[in-house]
């Protein structure tokens, strides 16, 4: 089937003054429709740079080269007025920060309603009702009076399921969620885990949330994507990759979250080091520094993101499955 | 009321100082209006009988008359219509032409916001007085001139604030979510910045009018402005003082409405800008 995204060598770069930073290196995914799509990763690898660079969000400082086709056209040459007629109605995205993604002075109705209005061509009284109709959906509590409230009256968990039912309301194809939990408290974030699994299976719309947490990524995902140092180091179905990780880079991750079963430990594990910084260049793997599988090859030689079977992996001694 | 507008409407009801000085230019400003209805009495006719004749002495004139007997009430309230008038047009233009210059420049940044921040330098470097002097040398004296050469000049500030505010917004989040959900730029600069300025805005304008009131008065003073018979506060101001030991009250009727006019707005913009500093949730 046709992916609803798909990602090609895809590189997005910051000229500074010496050197040209890459903060995304030759990146290559695709989402087919329906599916969802876990990209997790450490601070600074990159994940939201490549989504952002699709939505065409990133500043003009950005150079971007690659090709991003969503639904079969194009995005990156797209301009703006085609990109606008995609963005919020077949292509939306949620943020980290649900506590400022809202326009402070602006009532919640309004904001949602508009976009229908925008991209639907409703009406507004129209548009208001579906509105109320959306919010329901999202679970928000005393719907019909929250749409006469402003951002700053809802908790963060109810803000970001405004944003979530805001990004519903044309109904995607797909989703983007960069980071939908980081900025709630533990039970909300189950709870909006659980709501964008529900919306998902109601409207069959494939789904990207990326996150630096495999606890929040594997309720979810069929598949996930691990990212290190701007390159996609694996990607497998999540089954696979939570359970037999390929690349030690993944299977270090793996080891860093905390189980409840199990002998009490008194330290959790960390990754020892430093991801490299932008700008750093490294003949070899950018991993190498770090592994503890290193071996010569990997310092001079970066690994190609080698497919096998139904996984992908960049590494010169991947683990055995 | 639970809005934003209703929570800045109360507190500024609780600033007891605001609210007597918003009375006090309302009272100014109805004088102002309803004048000629309420006094007898025209800016122009000269009263044989009343020479500089005191304040409330004669019945006919309730603040007494100039050195030519001409009614000081009716010249000070004509006075009062043009330094709001200018006040008005000046705060009109950088309400407009201020806050959308400086929204879109603010916002687009980059290369159409070097372009236009440079034309306002060039404008600001002009100086006023001597662009007034030159249009009166080339259009002949004209009290036209005096709103034009201020409309022209009234805006470049507020445009400079404006940008500077809109600079910072369009790093906020909901800028970006915008951007996600397809709006196009003149969509987020209506509907998502210029109402997130609009508190700095109104105290700015509320702060300006005086300015330029006083800036009026300063150049009708100097002969530049409002010409006789016709009168602004500046040159009532002017006349008055060159009687200020024999008959006093010839400056201090204009300057009394000058001053609580002055006063009064500077309170208000005082009073709005508490009122609309507004702490995010």
């Known amino acids: 089937m046709e992916p609803v995204l798909c990602i090609e060598r895809l590189s997005v770069g910051y000229a500074q003054r010496a050197a040209n930073l890459e903060a995304v290196q030759q990146v290559s995914l695709a989402v087919a429709p329906g599916e969802c799509l876990g990209i997790v990763g450490e601070s600074g690898s990159g994940k939201t740079q490549v989504f952002m660079a699709a939505m065409g969000l990133l500043s003009r400082k950005a150079s971007v080269s690659g090709s991003v086709r969503f639904a079969g056209s194009e995005l990156l040459t797209a301009p703006p007025s085609s990109l606008n007629r995609v963005r919020g109605s077949k292509l939306t995205m949620i943020f980290q920060d649900p506590m400022t993604s809202l326009t402070p002075h602006l009532k919640i109705g309004v904001q949602l309603a508009e976009v229908l209005v925008r991209h639907a061509g409703m009406s507004w009284r129209d548009a208001w009702v579906q509105a109320g109709l959306m919010l329901e959906r999202v679970q928000v509590p005393e719907h019909q009076r929250r749409l006469r409230q402003y951002p700053h009256e809802l908790s963060g968990g109810m803000r970001q399921r405004v944003m979530i039912g805001m990004s519903l309301l044309c109904e995607p194809l797909l989703l983007i969620a960069d980071e939908p939990t980081s900025a709630l408290d533990a039970t909300v974030q189950a709870q909006i885990i659980d709501l964008l699994r529900t919306v998902r299976e109601g409207i069959g719309m494939a789904l990207v949330l990326i996150s630096h947490d495999f606890s929040v990524v594997a309720g979810l995902a069929d598949k996930i994507l691990v990212m290190y140092a701007g390159r996609v180091v694996e990607c497998a179905t999540a089954a696979d990759l939570l359970s037999h990780p390929r690349h030690p880079y993944t299977a270090e991750l793996l080891k860093c979250v905390p189980t409840l079963s199990g002998p009490r430990l008194q330290r959790l594990p960390t990754l020892a080091g430093q991801p490299p910084r932008p700008g750093e260049v490294s003949a070899g793997c950018a991993f190498a520094p770090r592994c503890p599988r290193a071996a010569d090859r990997c310092r001079s030689e970066r690994p190609p993101l080698a497919d096998s079977a139904d996984s992908q992996v960049a590494c010169h001694f991947p683990l055995s499955s | ?281």
């Open chain 2, 1 to 281: 009321m639970s809005g934003l507008a209703g929570e800045a409407i109360r507190r500024f009801k609780e600033n007891r100082a605001a609210v007597i000085a918003l009375l006090a230019i309302s009272v100014v400003v109805a004088l102002a209006l309803v004048g000629p209805w309420i006094n007898p009495n025209d800016i122009e006719t000269l009263d044989w009988r009343h020479l500089g004749s005191p304040p409330g002495a004669q019945g006919a004139h309730w603040f007494g008359t100039d050195r030519l007997g001409r009614d000081l009430f009716a010249r000070t309230l004509a006075g009062t219509r043009v330094s709001l008038g200018i006040g008005l047009v000046a705060s009109v233009m950088s309400l407009c032409v201020g806050v959308g210059y400086g929204a879109v420049s603010g916002y687009r940044g980059g290369r159409i916001d070097n372009v236009m921040m440079r034309i306002i330098e060039i404008l600001s470097g002009l100086p006023l007085i001597f662009f007034v002097i030159l249009l009166t040398v080339i259009f002949g004296r004209n009290e036209n001139l005096l709103f034009i050469s201020i409309g022209a000049v009234g805006w470049l500030t507020m445009a400079r604030i404006v940008r500077g505010q809109a600079m910072s917004i369009r790093q906020r989040e909901f800028i970006e979510a915008a951007v996600a959900s397809g709006a196009g730029a003149g969509r987020i600069i209506v509907r998502h910045v210029i109402p997130n300025v609009i508190g700095p805005v109104i105290v700015y304008a509320t702060l300006m009018v005086p300015q330029i009131i006083l800036f009026e008065s300063f150049l009708s003073f100097l002969g530049l402005g409002v010409q006789e018979p016709r009168a602004s506060l500046g040159t009532l101001i002017a006349e008055g003082a060159g009687e200020m030991e024999a008959a006093s009250w010839i400056l201090l009727v204009p300057g009394g409405f000058l001053a609580i006019l002055l006063l009064s707005l500077n309170i208000v913009g005082d009073g709005l800008r508490d009122a609309l500093d507004v702490k995010e949730s």
